[in-house]
Each structure stands twice: as C-alpha cells, then as structure tokens.
C-alpha cells in the first residue's frame, strides 16, 4: 500500500481529483499519462505497462481515478499533460467530475465512449427474416460481388455461394471482407436487415453500398438498400469520456459495481465517489 503524498489532499477542497476522506487501505499507484488527463476522470490501462488513459471504448480495463496533483505540468488547467506522472487512486473516497446531476447513491456509471456516431447503410427484405433465414445464393462456386465504400476507401467484396447459405454466413463472409473498417451484422427490426456500420465515429464515418449482383440475388431481398446514414460529430461537448454520471447510455457508458456516490452533485460540478478496490465494468447495452 502507497502513501498518499500530502500534495495530493487538501481539506475542505472538493475540486475534481481531491481525496475527499480518509479511507482504509487507500491506495495511490503512479502511472504515466498516455495523453492529457483531467483531474478527477476515470482512467484506464494504456496501451503498455505504467501507462494509463481516458477511457476510448468498452473494452477498456477501468484502473481508477486521476488524483489532483501541484506537481502537475497542467496544473493551471486542472490536468495532466501528456507523459507527467499521474498518481491514480482505487480505492479511496474521491470527488469526481460529474456530466449530470446524480444523488447519494445512484448507480455510479462513467462514460467510457465519445458522444459521437458511426456511418452505416441497411439492405432489408419485403418478408420476415432471421439471421438463420436461408439466403438464396447458389450452393456452388458462384462468386457475388458488391462494393462497400466504408469512410471514403472501397472495400471489394466477393463471397462464394456454398460458403453463405444463410443470411448470418453471408454476413460472417461480409466481415471477413471487410476487416477491421466496418461491421456487418443482422438487424431484426422490420422484416429484418442486413447492416453494416463502420469501425470509426465521427463526421467523417460512412458507408456506401453499390451491389453487383450479391444483395440483388438474396430471397426476398429490397430492390435497393436504404439510405446511407451519416456519422455524427460530438454531439455534446459535455459527455466526455472518462466523466462520472448515473444514467445508462447504450454502447457509451458502464455502471461501476464496488463503487457509491457519498454526496449529489449537478451537472458539471463534483460528488465524493466511494471505490472499494474490487471495481468491475459492466457496458450499458
């Protein structure tokens, strides 16, 4: 168990990052910061040992909370700069950054993604359709081709009969040609779709689908796909990663479980967060 430096706790200071209360086995580790950390932000492992990092996505492993720190590069904008040492606590009594207002004991959830969204397009069916829906593709050697431009780059897709004879093979085919830019998957909404979304977010995410005879040949597919839906910009500058809130946002934010608010607090101010050590993530879906 660390020491808490007494730089890092100050009486009566309820700014973000402030040890708010004594705590059995307190514990402060000292990372470095893999890019700017603000004071009081949930901070993940970063993409090596000793580093940590505002949360990017789901996956992301939780380590704590960014301790308000004098010896900080930043300090004039209450933040770490990129590379300084970052004293991370868990567990601890902390005040944290709030994107809304919370209670004393709301569910403590943090977002973990930005307020943006990716570019997709649909292709559905004028019948009712499941993933296990037999696809209409010849069981042979046929080859379908279609075109699927993912955020400006054209990825060619070329996928064997025998191989998709159902609509989720077709789409597990689609993935594989398409890689790491974007995602295919089934949509059950309707009479069900085939989507595809990009990897990225962000105005500059999109997908555009140009068949050539692939989506033409599926059983009861539509004669063409649906509009192509844009990515969308931050859409609110104050849902920021790494920020502490109570309400769930699917596929943007998780609950905390082995942590309590202590104190309310509105929107854009602080509460005392408790962190017992045993923090898991759950992803709001």
Not at 21 to 29: A, V
Not at 74 to 90: F, I, M, R, S, W
Not at 256 to 276: D, H, I, P
């Amino acid at each position: 168990m660390s020491i808490p430096s007494p730089r890092l706790r100050s009486d009566g200071d309820h700014s973000p990052g402030t040890l708010s209360e004594n705590y059995p086995g307190e514990r402060i580790e000292s990372q470095a910061a893999e890019g700017v950390i603000p004071f009081g932000r949930a901070v993940v492992q970063g993409s090596a040992a000793g580093l940590v990092k505002v949360p990017a996505g789901s996956a992301d492993k939780f380590r704590g909370v960014a301790v308000k720190s004098t010896s900080s590069e930043n300090l004039n904008t209450n933040e770490y700069a990129d590379g300084n040492p970052v004293g991370v606590a868990n567990p601890c009594v902390i005040s944290v950054e709030l994107e809304e207002a919370v209670n004393e004991n709301d569910d403590v959830r943090v977002r973990h993604s930005e307020d943006a969204t990716s570019g997709s397009q649909s292709w559905g069916f004028t019948a009712a359709k499941t993933a296990a829906s037999v696809s209409g593709l010849l069981n042979d050697a046929t080859a379908y081709t279609a075109s699927v431009v993912v955020d400006g780059v054209a990825k060619a897709i070329s996928i064997v009969g025998s191989a998709a004879q159902t609509l989720q093979t077709v789409i597990n085919e689609l993935n594989v040609d398409l890689g790491a830019a974007a995602v295919a998957s089934f949509d059950a909404a309707g009479n069900g779709f085939i989507k595809i979304t990009s990897a990225t977010k962000g105005a500059a995410s999109s997908v555009l689908i140009t068949d050539t005879n692939l989506f033409a040949t599926l059983t009861n597919r539509n004669a063409a796909p649906e509009a192509a839906i844009a990515g969308t910009a931050l859409g609110d500058p104050a849902k920021v990663p790494g920020m502490f809130r109570t309400t769930a946002e699917a596929g943007r934010t998780w609950k905390l479980t082995g942590a309590r608010y202590l104190t309310g607090g509105l929107a854009g101010k602080t509460a005392k967060v408790l962190l017992n050590g045993a923090i898991a993530t759950a992803a709001d879906v």
